[in-house]
């Protein structure tokens, strides 16, 4: 049996390697280069150049900064959330599913009004303009849809083995014997 049953192959690899990855990035981008500016000018698609680094007021450039340590948490928290799972856990897939589960619940509905907060706010000529959209706009939507899918996927057992959603209720209090 694997050493993390509740979350295997691409699983293991997109939850505990790629998102953390992804979502640290933007939080390091926003502290460093190119920073606050860009990343603010970058939300909503616009052709002209991003600002100076000055041009933000202290208000807008504290927003971004906490936007960073927003990405930064959740990284840190489904990386090393889901490796704790793991680590404490081992030859206990029906605890190591619920407890992934339960990490994976709050990011599916972080998923969902983060998709809704990104789309909602761009401007009606945009929503229904993906072409359009830069790559900040497709990290919000078009990627966290996938991460979305891929997490419903995971509900769902699809190319996996399910321990505990999905199971009878007999079988899980059985398990629990154990």
């Not at 192959?9 to 505990?16: D, S």
């Not at 589960?101 to 706010?121: E, K, Q």
Request: hydrophobic content about 45%; proline content about 8%; some cysteine.
């Amino acid at each position: 049996m694997s050493e993390y049953p509740a979350l295997t192959g691409f699983y293991n690899l997109l939850f505990l390697y790629l998102e953390p990855l992804s979502t640290t990035i933007p939080a390091v981008m926003i502290w460093t280069y190119p920073g606050a500016s860009w990343f603010h000018h970058q939300l909503v698609p616009d052709p002209s150049p991003a600002p100076p680094s000055g041009f933000m007021d202290p208000r807008s450039l504290m927003a971004i900064w906490q936007l960073g340590n927003c990405y930064l948490l959740l990284g840190m928290l489904e990386g090393f959330g889901l490796r704790a799972v793991r680590d404490a856990l081992p030859g206990n897939p029906v605890a190591q599913e619920r407890l992934a589960g339960t990490i994976l619940t709050a990011m599916a509905i972080a998923d969902v009004t983060h998709i809704a907060a990104s789309w909602f706010a761009l401007p009606e000529t945009l929503q229904y303009d993906p072409a359009a959209w830069n790559p900040t706009t497709h990290g919000n939507i078009t990627v966290v849809v996938f991460l979305l899918a891929t997490r419903l996927a995971w509900f769902a057992g699809i190319g996996r083995k399910r321990f505990w959603y999905g199971q009878s209720a007999t079988k899980t209090k059985s398990q629990k014997k154990r």
